[in-house]
């Protein structure tokens, strides 16, 4: 799926109710209920490589046992020639709510990588995967499911043309299970309430 955004819809050229900076992470929002775990490929491109700004990534909505209270936000994105999580409870020292990874995520340019976010409602945490590769864990403050998942492009004040490519996208319903085993069962474990998924496509870089 190509997914593009335009510099005539940066700050500058939005409307004044929306031009804050919140408005620049310009994505699709699909419905996920009762998820625990979710998953989409990435393609990182190298034009991406030298760039320090925040490019695009993965966001989930937590949402404790009632199915209506906002809990949490899983994000796993990349930005600055690499991926960052965002900090669903407590925010970061550095007051951006962004942090670096625990472990170090492997991933070649102009390729696909799969992006992962597994909610382990047991222990109370979310874990990210990149590449099948455990990279982080954060506290998930309650979260019982991820009710969606928001595919974001990220917009500057001034605006910037992009285009990134998704693939793949997958959500699942699986009891909590340990690291690193749970990431492996996500592609087996589809049942409960329905996939969403793209087959994957070659891109051009």
């Known amino acids: 799926m190509a997914h593009t955004i335009s510099s005539a819809d940066g700050a500058s050229g939005r409307p004044s109710g929306f031009a804050s900076a919140f408005y620049n992470t310009q994505g699709r929002k699909f419905d996920t209920a009762g998820a625990t775990e979710i998953s989409i490929d990435f393609f990182v491109d190298s034009a991406f490589q030298s760039d320090p700004a925040r490019i695009a990534g993965i966001w989930g909505t937590g949402f404790l046992g009632d199915g209506t209270t906002i809990s949490a936000f899983p994000i796993l994105e990349f930005a600055g020639g690499t991926f960052q ?18 472990t170090a995520p492997t991933f070649n340019f102009d390729e696909f990588v799969e992006l992962g976010i597994v909610l382990d409602t047991v222990n109370d ?8 590769l455990h990279v982080h864990t954060e506290e998930a403050g309650g979260t019982q499911t991820i009710g969606n998942v928001i595919l974001q492009n990220i917009n500057t004040d001034t605006g910037v043309n992009r285009t990134v490519y998704w693939d793949n996208l997958q959500a699942s319903s699986v009891s909590a299970v340990p690291v690193p085993a749970a990431f492996p069962l996500l592609a087996g474990a589809l049942a409960g309430f329905g996939l969403i998924s793209w087959r994957k496509r070659r891109v051009s870089a």
């Open 125 to 132: 945490v979310f874990n990210y995967f990149i590449g099948g």
């Open 85 to 102: 999580v965002f900090d669903t409870i407590g925010g970061d020292s550095d007051g951006t709510g962004f942090r670096t990874l625990d």
